[in-house]
Structures are given as structure tokens and as C-alpha cells.
């Protein structure tokens, strides 16, 4: 190789010993060989001996050579050196072997040339080999990899492309980074339009505008108000409607840049059914009032006829006394008119009440006086009670005001409570009816109905709030499940605080309110 006019820089090269390039060489694990094409003999350094495998001797003609080389290879190694052979230049060209001995297969790469004598013939063809194989090794493990990668990524992808939550991914400026085909559903949007904007886009006013701003302090502050938790938001679709949306975002961080993953959800349809259910409740409610009233109206009619009875004893007597024409009874006329007056209040009252009771009007808190919530209620509930022999009695703490109630509704639930009671000590000899309302600190009240009936049957009171149970030939069951309703509706509470042999009391708690508010009567 020596003076040879392809090899490099010739004047470094002829300050080189023999000795020394191969030394040189050997250290490199680079095999230098040459094929003489006349003889068709091959010479080569010991280090081809090492990367092939097999003893020097062995490596005599190139056909030696080709023996050791996987046969998968051989063609293309064989048509590289067929190539130059012809039309001269260089090749190189990579394949395994099969090492002779040890059996491994290894990778190698061969760089060659054919060199011509002065009339153009080809007579020497020389190249180096050296060993690829832990380049090829690394690139194997690389390809596993990325296969690896690629496989996990599809995995993903395909989870998150049927997940029925939307996926946002975005960077720590609000740019969206990722947007699956659950949130372009959701959002009404497709991905390629909305990856690169601010996720901003996907929310209404005000929280649009704020939502830079949400992120900036976040950066700053690291104060968690969204990340790691999940929260009711309102989202926005592209042709501008608002939707109801569970969203929880998550935290990541790849290598110093910082990304957030929501996952979304659609409430739509869980709202619908709430309110469906609110509606169903409600109407629930209001027919448990009717078939109340149904129940109670030989007894409303009873009390009723009183006060008509009364107006008419009073007008006839007073006509009686007018037909006198004496202006002597003037006095007793006018004090009968006047009781008459009085009686068409008491039934107007009865008939108001009545009316307000099964009214279907919208649910509406406000700050009621305890007194006269009661006072309503055991005028409707109580009607016929004294008759039956009902001690009543009211027991109201004087520090006891008002409470944030919907009127209808807890006088409904004080009705059924007290209609309960009543129908419980028909068979008591003792029969005591006692409506307490007492502070419960720090900031409800407490109003109890306690009666000395028999108490609650062991079979009804574990399931007593739920609805269709029922000891009663004709009761509906639904009473004390839809007044637990109502009384949590009104963020209260409705239990069954003692019951025995004595008897059964109900206790129900309501936020205590002030009157004097413009919603108080
Ligand atoms: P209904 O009155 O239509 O049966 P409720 O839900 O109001 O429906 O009551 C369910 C059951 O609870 C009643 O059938 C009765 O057995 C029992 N109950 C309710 N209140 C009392 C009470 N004060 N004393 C004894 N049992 C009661």
C-alpha cells in the first residue's frame, strides 16, 4: 500500500513504517487484504484471521472468503466486487458471516477497489474489512425500540381515540397540543383546526378572557385550583353552545417543558336526568298532596260546614230580628252580623290554606315564621283531631324565629307528619300530640312531632324513609320518603328521633333565617 497515489497524504504515509500501519491496523481491528487477479491468490493481516474467524491459511482465494459469509449475503457482496471488476471506482458493502469457530454470526463491512496496470487491465483487486457488528447490534436495539415506542404509542392512541372522555393536552401558554376524537365530538371541532390554538377557545365568557390568567398564576404560585382535582365547568362548542362538562387535569412534565392533560366529560345527559328526576319528584310530591286532601275531605267538609252553619244560624236570626222592626235590637243584629263575618273569614282561611296547600307553584325559599308554619299545618292536619280525643300542644322555644323554607312544601311535610301521628293513637287510651321548635346551634332549628302511639312496627323501621312501605290498607307508603326529599331539598335533615312503646318522634331540621327581610311575611 505504500506510495500507493489513492491511499491519502502521501507524505505522512511515507514517514510510516510497514510496521507501523499494520500495528496501526491491527489495534483499529481493521483486516487489510489483497487479491492478486493474475494468480488469483489472496494475502491478508492476521486481524482478518480474528474477524472471520478461521486460520490465516484458510484465507486463500476470495472464494474462501465468500464460503464464510452468510448465505443471504453472499450474492450482494459477490455482485459489489463483479461491479468494480468491470467498471472500476470503489464499493463497500456490509453482511454476516458465519465465524467458522465459535459459530456466531457477526457483521462486517468490506470497503474495496480494483486497481489497473498502465495498459487499463485489472490486476490487483485490495480492500479492508472491519467488524459492524455492535453499530448493527445498537441499530437492532434502536428499531426494538422505536417498535417498542411505536407499539405503545397505537396502543394509546387507540385507547384514547374510544375513551368516551375527551382529551386535551396542552403547554404551559394554553396551546393545544392534543385533542382526541372524543373532544372534537364534544366540542363540536376537529382536531387539525384546533391543535395550535389557546385552549381558551373551548370556553365561554368570563372564563375565557380569565383563563391566561388562570395559567399565569399558576406558574407563579403553583396554588392547585383545577390541576390533580376534578371540577364542573361549562364548556363551548364551536357553533357557540354552552354544555354542562366534568373536567380533570392532570400535570406532566417532559424533560423542562410543562404540559396539562384534561379529561373531559359531557354532563349533558346526567343533568337532563336530574332535572327529569327533580320533575318526577316533584310531581310525586304533589300527588301525595291531592291524595291527602282526597283522604281528609270528609273531614274538610266537616269543618268547613261549621263556619257555614254558623253564618247561616246568624243571618237567619238576624233577618228574624230585622223583620221586628224594631230599632231596639239594632245591637244584637249587628253583633250577630259581625260573628257572621267572622265564621266567613275562618272558612275563607280554611279554603286559602287549602288551596296554597295543593297548589303546583315553584319551589321557593324564603325566610317563614316557625309559628305560623306550624300554626298552618295543624290547622289542615289537625282537623277532626280534637274530636278524636287529641291532646294537642305546642311547645315553641322563644329564641326559635324563622327558618329558610318553600312554605308548601314543609307544611306538606309537618301534614303528613302530624296525619301520621294522628292515625298512630287511634287505638291509644293516651293520645298526646306535641309540636316542639327548638334552637339547634349553631345554625338550624330542630321541630319535632311527637305522638304516644305505638311506635314504629320493627318491620318498617329500618326501611321506613323508602318509598311504597307501608302498614296501612290503603296507604301509599310514599309519605315519609318524599318529606326526607323535601327536607334535604332544603339542605335539612329528617329522622325518627326516638321511638317505642311510648310512641314515635319525628324531628326535622331547617337553616335557621331572621324575618324583616322584604322575602319575609
Ligand atoms: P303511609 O302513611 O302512606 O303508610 P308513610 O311513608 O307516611 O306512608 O309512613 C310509612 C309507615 O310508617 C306507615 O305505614 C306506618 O307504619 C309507619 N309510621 C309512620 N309514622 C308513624 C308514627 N308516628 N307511629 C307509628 N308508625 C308510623
Redesign the pocket.
Known amino acids: 500500500m505504500q506510495g500507493d497515489p489513492d491511499s491519502g497524504p502521501l507524505d505522512l504515509t511515507s514517514q510510516l513504517s510497514t510496521a507501523d500501519l499494520d500495528a496501526t491496523l491491527a489495534e483499529a481491528d481493521i483486516c487489510v487484504w489483497s487479491l492478486d487477479l493474475i494468480t488469483e491468490r489472496v494475502t491478508c493481516t492476521e486481524t482478518c484471521a480474528r474477524l472471520f474467524g478461521i486460520a490465516r491459511k484458510d484465507l486463500t482465494d476470495l472464494a474462501s472468503f465468500q464460503a464464510l459469509l452468510h448465505p443471504e449475503d453472499r450474492q450482494a457482496r459477490a455482485d459489489a466486487i463483479e461491479h468494480v471488476r468491470h467498471h472500476g471506482g470503489t464499493y463497500e458493502v456490509d453482511y454476516r458471516i458465519v465465524r467458522p469457530d465459535d459459530g456466531r454470526t457477526c457483521w462486517l463491512r468490506s470497503r474495496g477497489r480494483v486497481q489497473s496496470n498502465a495498459q487499463g487491465h485489472p490486476v490487483r483487486h485490495r480492500g479492508v474489512v472491519f467488524s459492524i457488528d455492535a453499530q448493527k447490534h445498537a441499530e437492532a436495539e434502536q428499531k426494538k425500540i422505536e417498535a417498542a415506542l411505536r407499539a405503545r404509542e397505537a396502543h394509546l392512541q387507540s385507547v384514547l381515540d374510544t375513551v368516551p372522555e375527551g382529551m386535551i393536552v396542552i403547554d404551559a401558554q394554553g396551546v393545544i397540543q392534543a385533542f382526541s376524537p372524543a373532544a372534537e365530538r364534544l366540542f363540536g371541532r376537529p382536531a387539525d383546526e384546533t391543535i395550535g390554538q389557546n385552549v381558551r377557545i373551548l370556553m365561554p365568557e368570563p372564563v375565557r378572557s380569565a383563563h391566561d390568567g388562570y395559567l399565569d398564576r399558576y406558574r407563579r404560585t403553583r396554588e392547585r385550583h383545577v390541576v390533580g382535582t376534578s371540577r364542573l365547568m361549562t364548556g363551548q362548542r364551536r357553533d357557540g353552545a354552552t354544555f354542562p362538562m366534568k373536567i380533570a387535569v392532570g400535570e406532566m412534565r417532559s424533560g423542562d417543558q410543562v404540559f396539562f392533560t384534561a379529561f373531559v366529560n359531557d354532563l349533558t345527559e346526567q343533568h337532563q336526568t336530574q332535572a327529569r328526576l327533580q320533575e318526577l319528584q316533584a310531581e310525586l310530591a304533589h300527588v301525595s298532596r291531592l291524595s291527602a286532601m282526597g283522604e281528609m275531605a270528609s273531614t274538610l267538609a266537616h269543618e268547613l260546614n261549621q263556619p257555614l252553619g254558623a253564618i247561616s244560624s246568624y243571618t237567619t236570626g238576624s233577618m228574624r230580628l230585622l223583620a221586628r222592626g224594631d230599632p231596639a235590637v239594632n245591637p244584637q243584629i249587628r253583633q250577630a252580623l259581625g260573628k257572621a263575618a267572622e265564621q266567613a273569614l275562618r272558612a275563607g282561611q280554611i279554603i286559602r290554606r287549602l288551596r296554597e296547600f295543593v297548589s303546583r307553584g315553584e319551589t321557593a325559599t324564603r325566610a317563614e315564621a316557625v309559628s305560623q308554619l306550624i300554626e298552618d299545618a295543624s290547622a289542615l292536619a289537625l282537623i277532626g283531631a280534637r274530636e278524636q280525643g287529641i291532646a294537642i300542644r305546642v311547645g315553641l322555644d322563644p329564641q326559635v324565629d324563622a327558618v329558610l323554607a318553600d312554605r308548601v312544601q314543609v307544611q306538606q311535610v309537618l301534614v303528613?307528619l302530624l296525619r301520621?301521628?294522628c292515625e298512630?293513637m287511634q287505638q291509644s287510651d293516651r293520645r298526646e300530640l306535641v309540636i316542639t321548635a327548638r334552637p339547634a346551634p349553631p345554625d338550624r332549628v330542630a321541630i319535632t312531632v311527637a305522638?304516644t302511639?305505638?311506635?314504629?312496627?320493627e318491620e318498617?323501621a329500618a326501611r321506613?324513609f323508602q318509598p311504597f312501605?307501608?302498614?296501612?290498607p290503603t296507604?301509599?307508603?310514599?309519605?315519609?320518603?318524599i318529606c326526607r326529599t323535601i327536607v334535604e331539598a332544603h339542605g335539612g335533615r329528617l329522622t325518627l328521633e326516638r321511638n317505642g312503646p311510648e310512641g314515635?318522634t319525628?324531628c326535622m331540621t331547617l337553616s335557621a333565617a331572621r324575618r324583616g327581610g322584604p322575602a319575609a311575611r
Open positions: 303528613n301520621n301521628a298512630a305522638d302511639g305505638p311506635g314504629i312496627a318498617v321506613l312501605v307501608t302498614t296501612k296507604g301509599m307508603g310514599v309519605g315519609l320518603s314515635a319525628f
